[in-house]
């Protein structure tokens, strides 16, 4: 599916994988998030998003692929590199620490002890610590003289080792080649490319001291013979869904692309490539999306004859009123007159306990869901879950989803975000300064409790910040300062405030909880 924008992608990956049963495979081929010809390079997890996107591709039959316009526009390395330069490892292999250090350094993997972010790797001992590219988890081999005795996940966080692999199959941690030769061939593209003084060229005197200069990505072409598209990865021709607005969205970036390349096109000691040395113009991958099964998704006002029409529009404004007699009275009518099934949706489950609350004050009761399939297989007519999307709806006379736009206007809405494998705690530290010790907070998968101030822990030998939050029955849970992205300010007011009982799951960290006083 093409999209007009990584937003709208990001939005459609998760609004699917909440209302579907997930038995189709959703993968989503991540956008750069630099703009073209930045002197920057790709966020780590992004590039490793992608490698192991175009890895999965090559071996699924039938799957949903999303792709933003620009993403799909972009040239990238041939299928020889990003699916012919994986390392494979398993139990009882011969693996000599040196030569195996200089194979990461030539799949683009760096040095960082310890790992913290996809293309990373330590060595201590006997011990090599890997964060391979695509993996949520790094990877610990365990060495007995020079053969591999254990393959195991362990927590970046806490150290603790989980899953034990007995064999894995390495992705390389960047879209370009990192070994000497390729570099050497890149440095002869380059001054074959660009007629410059490369003594002035900061990128091509780091190249040859064999370090990676920022924003190389923007110089893939000169590595390979020749580039490819998305599409190539494809093992059959697919069927493109294309949402509205695509094409004009397409001809934009160029439009802006093409302004960023003749701002920069005379620079001498940073030299570009042409916009069409980089990226798949509009009109040609719009001609090659015409030549295949497509389906567009239109405006009602723009269908033609024939077309197929989802009896689906906006939820209306119920908005929860803070004055009057009646706060509550245009949702109150609403209930009573859809004749459908309403789900009302929380973002979290924090703020599911603060709906229900607000609810309960006006007589509406909604029976909890774990999620919308289990939902839709009930009989009930209301209900509540966390289904954090972007905008309510109805679908006809079937069912509405009201969000909390509609049933509180002006409240901000939680946006979600790419996770990163980097955090700031001191910034998250800072960011305190305005709670006060016994204020309410709100957590994000266990709900309303009270702020007690940071404690210091010791874990595994290492002491850290916690934020101590007490629950109903005198519960506690401490939370690391580097997860202050889980915790928000309690918005119902201190003195309604009704904490929440504090539920865990059957496996938690060390650190996950107290009970009682402990």
């Not at 029976?367 to 679908?395: C, D, H, M, N, T």
Request: proline fraction near 6%; glycine fraction near 8%; hydrophobic fraction near 35%.
């Amino acid at each position: 599916m093409v999209t007009r924008s990584s937003h709208q992608a990001h939005l459609l990956e998760q609004d699917i994988h909440l209302f579907s049963d997930n038995t189709l495979p959703v993968l989503h081929f991540p956008d750069h998030e630099t703009l073209p010809y930045d002197p920057f390079s790709p966020h780590p997890d992004i590039i490793a998003e992608r490698l192991a996107t175009l890895a999965s591709l090559a071996s699924m039959k039938s799957a949903l692929l999303l792709a933003p316009i620009g993403t799909l526009m972009q040239r990238l390395p041939p299928r020889s590199h990003a699916l012919g330069r994986n390392i494979q490892l398993k139990t009882g292999q011969n693996l000599v620490i040196n030569a195996f250090r200089d194979r990461l350094q030539q799949a683009g993997y760096e040095y960082s002890d310890p790992v913290y972010q996809a293309g990373q790797f330590a060595v201590r001992g006997s011990i090599i610590d890997l964060f391979p590219s695509g993996r949520k988890l790094p990877l610990r081999i365990d060495l007995f003289d020079e053969e591999i005795d254990t393959l195991r996940e362990f927590d970046p966080e806490t150290q603790r080792s989980s899953a034990t692999l007995t064999e894995f199959n390495m992705l390389p941690a960047r879209e370009y080649p990192c070994d000497s030769a390729s570099f050497e061939d890149f440095r002869k593209a380059f001054r074959y490319r660009f007629a410059v003084d490369t003594r002035n060229v900061s990128l091509y005197q780091d190249l040859r001291q064999g370090l990676h200069p920022q924003g190389l990505e923007q110089y893939l072409p000169l590595f390979f013979d020749s580039t490819e598209s998305l599409l190539d990865y494809l093992p059959d021709k697919p069927l493109v869904v294309i949402q509205q607005g695509v094409e004009e969205s397409g001809v934009d970036f160029w439009s802006s692309m093409t302004e960023r390349w003749e701002q920069r096109r005379h620079d001498t000691e940073r030299p570009v490539l042409d916009p069409s040395e980089l990226y798949f113009a509009a009109g040609d991958l719009q001609g090659e999306l015409e030549s295949l099964d497509t389906v567009r998704l239109l405006d009602v006002a723009q269908r033609p004859a024939g077309a197929v029409c989802f009896k689906t529009g906006e939820a209306p404004d119920l908005h929860i009123h803070d004055r009057g007699n009646e706060p509550a009275a245009t949702l109150l009518r609403f209930c009573r007159e859809y004749p459908g099934r309403i789900m009302f949706a929380a973002d979290t489950t924090g703020r599911r306990e603060v709906l229900s609350e607000t609810l309960s004050t006006f007589g509406i009761r909604p029976v909890r869901f774990e999620s919308w399939s289990e939902f839709q297989a009930s009989k009930e007519q209301l209900g509540l879950a966390v289904l954090p999307i972007e905008q309510g709806f109805i679908s006809g006379d079937e069912f509405a989803i009201l969000t909390e736009s509609q049933l509180f206007g002006g409240r901000v809405r939680v946006k979600s975000t790419r996770k990163r494998s980097e955090r700031d705690p001191e910034s998250i530290i800072r960011s305190l300064s305005d709670l006060e010790t016994g204020d309410p907070v709100v957590h994000e998968d266990h709900g309303v409790g009270r702020y007690r101030g940071l404690q210091c822990l010791e874990i595994d030998g290492r002491e850290a910040e916690f934020l101590m939050l007490e629950y109903a029955g005198e519960d506690k849970l401490y939370v690391p300062v580097s997860s202050m992205h889980l915790i928000s300010r309690y918005t119902g007011g201190a003195a309604a405030v009704s904490y929440t009982h504090l539920t865990l799951p059957t496996t938690i960290k060390p650190w996950g909880c107290g009970g009682g006083g402990g």
